[in-house]
């Protein structure tokens, strides 16, 4: 299953269009990148930008929980 993604460059986080995804095609998680904190919302997880060349291990974290 593809795994939507967004990527935010700066501390404003608002998420409109993924939203709107989430809300239409119902995704088992989906991903944000920002210079924010690590946050689980399900099914919203917050990344920060640090760890996007991690993302397997973040992955990998998530199928653990």
């Known amino acids: 299953h593809p795994i939507p993604v967004e990527v935010k460059g700066g501390n404003n ?28 919302r399900n099914p919203l997880i917050s990344v920060p930008l640090y760890l996007a060349p991690r993302l397997n291990e973040v992955l990998d974290y998530l199928e653990g929980k």
């Open 13 to 40: 986080v608002s998420a409109r269009s993924l939203k709107n995804y989430i809300e239409k095609h119902a995704p088992k998680i989906a991903l944000r990148f920002s210079e924010k904190g690590f946050e689980i």
